[in-house]
Each structure stands twice: as structure tokens, then as C-alpha cells.
């Protein structure tokens, strides 16, 4: 199972909007609601941002949105802070059981 | 408030086993899964397997079929994993994540584990 394909890098200055894709296939991210997103700063452990496609969960920033269209999903970060400055992944469960993840895309803020 | 606590960091050789522990707190042990997944150093994240602590029932990744064993201890709230065959490619920080049942999401992570495998 290979992972779900991120870009490597995204950049903004603060105050902007940035989105990145998370592309897989029809037995994952197009065939299931169940994309999930996470910031990871490293040496911490991971933090849910959205699961369910575009679901916030309590405390997370309105700022994170997510969405999904076909077989890619995406993340959009708006109001571009310094904080934001990390690594995320996307998840999706997939047909058969089990899940895969992104291969990570880090933002950085100018 | 829910904590995943895990074990230290534990240094293998080639061929070895190793056997990493996620100690559960803060709710009902055997209402939730237990996912892990694991980091390479300078890779993405990787994910493991999952136990169902409800019926005992775990999935594999397909990668590490017939290496790793995932259980758990009720009397203690503990989930372990176990991975055998050590190689220099297992050498990863290795994370639990709890997964409340059937929402397909990771809602509260472990602070890792680093495991090094050197001869």
C-alpha cells in the first residue's frame, strides 16, 4: 500500500490562506469519508486537526478547513500564522481495513 | 484527562525483538482501539496496526504481517507491540494513537518511542 501523495513543501506570509492536496486512490481517500488531517511538530506527538473530511474537533482553530473532491483531499489553513509552522499528514481508512497515511507536507511561514 | 503514556526508548540489535508499551488513563480502556504507527527518521508516518481491545481482534499493515503481535492487558490499561526480525529499516520513533470505535480518526497520540536497531 503505497502512501497518500502530499507535496513536500507549502509556504505563506502571515495572514494568507494556503491549501495542499492529499491524493490517493478510489479504495481510500475516493472511496470513504474518512479523511483525516494532523500538525506534527517534531519530537511532540501529532495532533488531530479535522477528521471526517471537513470536521473540526473542539479547540481546533476555525482557521483549518478541510474538504474532498474525487480522490484527493485537501487542507486549507487561512490567516497564515507563525504557530502553523509544522508538518501535516493526511489519513484515510481504506478498503480492506486498515489505513494509510500522507507522505507529509511541511508549511512554512515567511 | 486522557493520557497515552509509552515506554522508553529501547536500542536492538539486528534480528532482535522488540516489545514497545502504551500505557492508557483517563477512560474506559476497553471502549476504545489503539492504533500504532511509526516515523523513520526523515520519513513520513507509517501506520502499524491496530488492536480492538473489545474482542481481541488486530489488523495488520500488510508490511509487518508475521513480524509484529499487538495485545493488551486490562488489568493495567496497557497496550503492547511487539516486533521481531529487527532491521536497520525498523528504526523509527514508534507513536500509540487512540481511535474511538469506528470514526476512522486518531484523537489522542502517545509521546513516542524512539527504537534503534544497530549492530
Known amino acids: 500500500q503505497s502512501a497518500l501523495t502530499q507535496p513536500a513543501s507549502v509556504s505563506g506570509s502571515p495572514g494568507q490562506s494556503i491549501t495542499f492536496s492529499c491524493t490517493g486512490t478510489s479504495s481510500d481517500v475516493g472511496g470513504f469519508n474518512y479523511v483525516s488531517w494532523y500538525q506534527h511538530y517534531p519530537g511532540k506527538a501529532p495532533k488531530l486537526m479535522i477528521y471526517g473530511v471537513n470536521n473540526r474537533p473542539s479547540g481546533v482553530s476555525s482557521r483549518f478547513s478541510g474538504s474532498k473532491s474525487g480522490n484527493t483531499a485537501s487542507l486549507t489553513i487561512s490567516g497564515l500564522q507563525a504557530e502553523d509552522e509544522a508538518d501535516y499528514y493526511c489519513s484515510s481508512y481504506k478498503d480492506g481495513g486498515g489505513y494509510v497515511l500522507g507522505t507529509a507536507t511541511r508549511v512554512t511561514v515567511l | 484527562q486522557v493520557q497515552l503514556v509509552q515506554s522508553g526508548a529501547e536500542v536492538k540489535k539486528p534480528g532482535a525483538s522488540v516489545r514497545v508499551s502504551c500505557m492508557t488513563s483517563?477512560?474506559?480502556?476497553?471502549?476504545?482501539?489503539i492504533h500504532w504507527v511509526r516515523q523513520a527518521p526523515g520519513q513520513g508516518l507509517e501506520w502499524v496496526g491496530i488492536?480492538?481491545?473489545?474482542?481481541?481482534?488486530?489488523i495488520y499493515a500488510q508490511n509487518f504481517q508475521g513480524r509484529v503481535t499487538m495485545n493488551r492487558d486490562t488489568s493495567t490499561n496497557t497496550v503492547y507491540m511487539e516486533l521481531s526480525s529487527l532491521t536497520s529499516e525498523d528504526t523509527a520513533v514508534y507513536f500509540c494513537?487512540?481511535?474511538?470505535?469506528?470514526?476512522?480518526?486518531?484523537?489522542?497520540w502517545g509521546q513516542g518511542t524512539l527504537v534503534t536497531v544497530s549492530s
Open positions: 494513537a487512540r481511535e474511538s470505535p469506528e470514526t476512522f480518526y486518531f484523537d489522542y
Open positions: 483517563g477512560y474506559t480502556f476497553t471502549s476504545y482501539y
Open positions: 488492536i480492538n481491545h473489545r474482542i481481541h481482534d488486530t
